[in-house]
């Protein structure tokens, strides 16, 4: 068998050169896909960690709200007792009022903070 001539040696190199290159160029190109799929993920991962933070804050809230707003109701409820089972009623009947329009701008104070933070 004859051995290959340096232009086919040349040849084979030029091709596996060019191979190469193309080979190389490709990897960069997806490189660079993969890179953008990273700063994608990355990004949509701070945004999920941000909204579950402000999720987070906002029930926080809402617990401290609600337990705030049963504590008002059991004084109010206290304030029921001791009206119904007091000699003073004049008295507690303004207290009573009163604590009723307490109970109610608390109420209405809940419902335009939900409406507020769009909740509602």
């Known amino acids: 068998m004859a051995e290959p001539t340096n232009a086919v040696l040349a040849e084979q190199v030029r091709q596996l050169r060019k191979d190469f290159h193309e080979f ?3 990897t960069k190109d997806e490189l ?3 890179e953008e799929k990273v700063d994608n993920t990355r990004r949509i991962a701070d945004e999920v960690n941000y ?7 906002a ?3 809402m617990e401290d709200m609600m337990s ?3 504590n008002v ?3 109010q409820n206290d304030k029921i007792d ?3 089972n007091s000699d003073k009623r004049l008295n507690s009947r303004r207290q009573f009022v009163v604590s009723v329009l307490q109970v109610a701008s608390g109420i209405i104070i809940a419902l335009i903070t939900f409406w507020a933070t769009g909740k509602m």
Do not use: H, L
Not at 51 to 57: L, M, R
């Open 73 to 75: 109701v059991n004084q």
């Open 32 to 34: 660079k896909e993969m």
């Open 24 to 26: 190389r160029n490709a």
């Open 68 to 70: 705030n707003f049963i």
């Open 82 to 84: 001791d009206f119904v």
């Open 51 to 57: 909204s579950v933070k402000y999720v987070k804050s």
């Open 59 to 61: 029930v926080d809230k």
